[in-house]
């Protein structure tokens, strides 16, 4: 759980709401015992013959006397008087903090009671508790006492005590009622708690919407604080990091897994902590109705709790593998969608749908996995909370039937309502264990992506001088992660500022690996790329990318106007700029003839647009940067050969001053190069001009009659 744990820093500056949400809590836990605790009074009113009223007389004549009180008819043998009245007996262990403790015992009936000048000989229960019940602290009363096995009468000189703050409060309320006469007269005070129930409810629940408001919100202010680093961290891995793990996995994490561990936030703060604290409120309402009780029906706790760690484990497992399988479900969709085109063209819709078919059904299999733990949870424990429960009620039915203990039916059944209570929310709590793993593994996939290399982007690092004198590749090696072959192998190049150099050899020769170290998409796997003598993996990022202009071969557009696209890493435009940079890289004429010119929105990606009008209008953008160096990667290869060489001509002029690295096929750019570089397998064959070349080098030779020839150079 560090992961999630960890996650949770993302909540702390919205701690005021959660800070409320958690008074919520409180507020909603009070209120649900509240209306849990007039359960008994509702018991007593409808079950009992004492009712609501001899109920509350009796606790507070108990209090008086400082010994639990029941009232009972005397057994048949009995020879005493007036036995057919109910009398009062003491039952359970005298309260151990009053003064009479010890004076009134166990199992002693009282019949009468001698109050002042007063004298009542024998006295029905129910009017000798509320007698007692009414009487004054520190009173000395004289109660008639005797023996269930005798009929002898004795005389017990008391002192009345205080009631408790619970009983008078209880004296208190119940005394607004009249006292009922009849069963019928009863009706309006269980209306009235009826009434109250459905008051303390309606509160509850408001407080409910607020504490969810509250935590939710503070949940989803966090998950967009979660997004936000993501794309900070996002655009600061390197290039090598998205075409090693591909860019649908990372918009997984972006979208499935901060969801998941959504989840777990919400999880967090809504059950986490309502479902917790009415637990505990109402675990404390069974201790106090019963803690012998509430104890035994707590034995389902241990096994419900490995049970429950073990399924948690089990969840983090399976939602793992859940997640992936969502990953690869979109790398699947990115790969044909984007690919729409060639996939429609060789019809191979089956083949695709297959596919897909194949990975959605894995991650049909990884969800279904997912729900089962999950569903599995809440099922167990409730089998083991059953059974505690019943163990529980046995041992209460035992002690009801046997008289024991001081529980009567009604108390019983307040302990069962706290008890099934009290298993609701510990029900719901059982899932939030596996939501919590889940989430966690979901945090562990955020930090994976946190935590991957980032580009050193070294505050302190000295900015690279506008480039000068030269660019050296130096003893430069490389091999792409996953791979067993090195893509370069102790490259050495030196180009003076301002040449103009042109890179070919056949595919996968390691030209776009090369260009790639300058403005360190790549950085070495060993050996130095200088430019100026100074080692660019020293200076910072920006002062380096920024001199430096880069045309790849797939041109790379926005959703936005072309005026945008070509403006693009100009920080305000310039629209006189960026017209210039669109004639050099005469795109200036074919964007004009657009309705709405420089303004037209250009589609996803550019889709409106042609290969070759995309490139240009690439070429104007890194032509309008201004840069030092300019990188070519075979960036004409989509433009007419006329285009082009009118291209080359504005390029001849522009690339003046400026260090050019070509990539190219096609014979007319090559030439106007002042040296050519022919590379294979990852070296350099050969450098020189064209004529030199031709008469020493046969890869030059080959690649010249092969590629430029049938490129139509
Ligand atoms: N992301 C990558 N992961 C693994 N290998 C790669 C990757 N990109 C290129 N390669 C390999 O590196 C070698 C050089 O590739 P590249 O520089 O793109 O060649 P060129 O641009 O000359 O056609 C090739 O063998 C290619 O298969
Ligand atoms: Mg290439």
């Known amino acids: 759980m560090r992961d999630f744990t960890r996650s949770l820093k993302y909540l702390w ?22 209306g849990l605790a007039a359960i008994l009074p509702a018991a007593k009113v ?40 109910s009398w009062v007996v003491a039952v359970g262990q005298p309260h151990r903090s009053h003064r009479n403790a010890g004076a009134l015992l166990p199992g002693q009936w009282v019949v009468g009671l001698e109050d002042g000048d007063v ?3 024998f006295l ?20 008639r ?75 989803w202010y966090a998950v967009n604080d979660i997004r936000n680093d993501n794309y900070n961290v996002a655009l600061r891995l390197p290039v090598g990091y998205y075409a090693k793990h591909g860019t649908a996995d990372a918009i997984s994490r972006f979208t499935y897994d901060v969801g998941m561990l959504a989840r777990g936030l919400i999880t967090l703060l809504s059950k986490t902590l309502v479902e917790p604290a009415k637990a505990l409120a109402t675990l404390a309402l069974a201790l106090i109705l019963s803690w012998k009780l509430t104890l035994i029906a707590l034995i389902a706790g241990p096994p419900a709790f490995l049970a429950i760690r073990r399924l948690g ?30 996939v429609k063209a060789y019809t191979m819709e089956n083949r695709e749908r297959r596919r897909f078919l194949r990975v959605n059904h894995q991650l049909l299999r990884q969800n279904l996995k997912v729900f089962f733990v999950e569903a599995l949870t809440a099922p167990i424990v409730e089998a083991l909370g059953i059974t505690a429960a019943m163990a529980a009620v046995a041992v209460a039915g035992y002690w009801v039937l046997h008289n024991q203990h001081d529980l009567d039916a009604e108390k019983f059944l307040a302990l069962m309502a706290c008890l099934v209570a009290m298993f609701d929310p510990i029900r719901k709590l059982s899932s939030v264990s596996t939501v919590f793993h889940a989430s966690d593994a979901a945090a562990a996939r955020i930090r994976e992506l946190h935590d991957a290399p980032q580009e050193v982007t070294s505050p302190g690092a000295p900015s690279l001088p506008r480039h000068r004198r030269s660019i050296e590749f ?24 301002g040449e103009n150099v042109a890179i070919v050899g056949p595919n996968g020769s390691g030209k776009t690996t090369l260009v790639s170290m300058l403005p360190r998409l790549l950085d070495p796997t060993t050996g130095q790329v200088l430019i100026d003598g100074t080692d660019i993996a020293r200076c910072s990022l920006r002062s380096l990318r920024r001199q430096i202009g880069l045309v790849t071969q797939d041109a790379v557009l926005f959703h936005a106007t ?18 210039r940079a669109a004639e050099r890289a005469y795109v200036d004429e074919f964007i004009r003839k657009l309705p709405e010119g420089y303004g037209t929105l250009v589609g996803p990606h550019g889709a409106t647009l042609s290969g070759g009008e995309k490139q240009r209008i690439s070429i104007a953008r890194a032509i309008l940067r201004d840069p030092a160096i300019l990188i070519f990667d075979e960036a004409m290869s989509q433009i007419d050969s006329d285009s082009e060489h009118r291209i080359q001509q504005a390029m001849q002029e522009f690339s003046r001053g400026r260090t050019t690295l070509i990539v190219a096929h096609r014979f007319a750019t090559v030439l106007a190069a002042g040296r050519i570089v022919v590379m294979q397998a990852g070296r350099i064959q050969d450098s020189g001009t064209h004529d030199e070349l031709m008469s020493r080098c046969e890869l030059y030779r080959h690649l010249y009659a092969t590629q430029f020839i049938a490129t139509g150079g």
């Not at 009712?51 to 008819?73: E, K, P, Q």
Request: glycine share 6%.
């Open 313 to 342: 484990r089990a969840m983090r497992r399976v939602s793992r593998q859940a997640m992936l399988s969502m990953s690869q479900m979109l790398e699947v969709l990115e790969e044909t969608l984007g690919g729409i085109r060639v």
């Open 46 to 85: 409808l079950m009992s013959s004492e009712g609501l009223h001899g109920w509350v007389y009796r606790l507070a004549a108990s209090d008086r006397l400082g010994v639990d009180l029941v009232s009972y008819l005397p057994p048949e043998r009995t020879q005493l008087q007036g036995q057919q009245l």
């Open 562 to 579: 072309i005026e945008e696209n070509i403006s693009y890493g100009l920080h305000r435009s310039q629209p006189d700029k960026t017209r």
């Open 474 to 497: 130096r003893h430069v090696s490389f091999r792409y992660d996953g791979t067993s072959d090195d893509a370069l192998r102790d490259v050495n190049l030196t180009i003076r500022a």
């Open 13 to 34: 500056p919205y701690r005021l709401r959660i800070g409320l949400a958690l008074l919520c809590t409180l507020g909603i836990s009070v209120l649900w015992a509240g």
């Open 119 to 121: 004298a009542h000989r």
């Open 124 to 143: 029905r229960a129910d009017a000798l508790l509320r007698l007692l019940a009414m009487q004054q602290p520190d009173r000395r009363i004289t109660l």
């Open 145 to 219: 006492v005797c023996r269930s096995d005798s009929d002898q009468i004795t005389l017990l000189p008391v002192v009345t005590s205080t009631l408790t703050l619970s009983t008078q409060a209880m004296l208190w309320l119940t005394r607004r009622f009249p006292e009922p006469r009849t069963f019928a007269d009863r009706f309006p005070i269980l209306l009235t708690l009826l009434v109250f129930g459905i008051v303390i409810s309606i509160l509850r629940d408001a407080l409910r919407i607020l504490q969810e408001f509250l935590s939710s919100s503070a949940v």
